[in-house]
């Protein structure tokens, strides 16, 4: 799964990697090295603009965490952050999004944890590994908008929007760390993955598939990251590592 990432890519950067880009300098979120379930993320989706009919690739930030529209209330969405690839077309709560709402999640890479067994003098723990290509990862993503029926549809309050990540069989260096990872979209299949004009389900499989896979690199960081609350780049220094897992 990925249930922890790194994202600190500006708007600016990813202009560079994926050209034109709209994003409203009021909504741009701060970078964080501890991104967690329910916090803000950077979306990258098109969309048909509905005062001039342009299709517009933008940046927006969407809550981790999707929550259908069928759903009575948002709380279910923290359960939801990911989507495995083998079944999202199938899922009621995801299948609708795959068909016409899908959108990258830029991530300079994410944390796995591997349980460390007890020894004489030291509880068992969990340590974090940090995988990584060295540069911008682009996840695959769904988003979806959910409304609170208790307000007017016209009031912006009464709008959520939602995203989770597609994650996919583990492989190479992800693989020593956990069985799951992220699935990420290649450059060259972006404008594709993103068009929400295409809905053919083969299609759509074919470009469901990691680019980066051999690239991963795995690092052990200290166990200050297992706090949500933790932040900063400090969270990426290099640690001990038990299992001997890092690279």
């Known amino acids: 799964m990925c249930g922890r990432f ?31 379930p329910t916090d803000p993320v950077p979306a990258v989706l098109e969309r ?5 009919g342009e299709l517009v690739r933008r940046l927006r930030p969407l809550r981790w965490g999707l929550v259908p529209s069928w759903s009575k209330d948002p709380s279910g969405g923290a359960r939801m952050i990911n989507a495995r690839s083998e079944t999202v077309h199938q899922k009621p ?6 068909a016409a709402r899908r959108c990258v999640i830029p991530a300079d890479g994410y944390y796995e944890w ?10 068992a723990y969990k340590q974090p590994y940090f995988l990584s290509t060295g540069s911008v990862m ?6 979806e908008f959910w ?4 307000l007017p549809e016209d009031d912006p309050a009464g709008w959520l929007a939602t995203a989770t990540i597609i994650t996919t069989d583990a492989t190479d260096a992800a693989g020593r760390v956990h069985d799951r990872m992220p699935l990420t979209i290649a450059p060259d299949d972006l404008s594709a993955w993103l068009d929400p004009a295409l809905g053919d389900q ?11 896979e051999a690239a991963l690199s795995v690092r052990a960081v200290p166990t200050t990251v297992n706090s949500v ?10 640690a001990a590592d038990p299992l001997g897992l890092a690279d």
């Open 202 to 212: 083969a299609e759509l499989h074919h470009l469901m598939h990691s680019p980066v």
């Open 229 to 238: 609350r933790s932040d900063g780049p400090e969270l990426l220094e290099r």
């Open 6 to 36: 790194v994202s600190t890519t500006t708007p600016v950067d990813l202009v560079e990697l994926l050209g034109e880009l709209r994003w409203d300098p009021a909504e741009a979120l701060a970078p964080s090295w501890n991104v967690a």
């Open 147 to 150: 409304r609170d029926r208790s």
């Open 93 to 98: 709560a995801f299948r609708k999004a795959f």
């Open 138 to 143: 682009l996840f695959a993503g769904l988003y």
């Open 114 to 123: 591997r349980p460390v067994p007890a020894a004489p003098g030291r509880k």
């Open 48 to 52: 048909v603009d509905r005062e001039t």
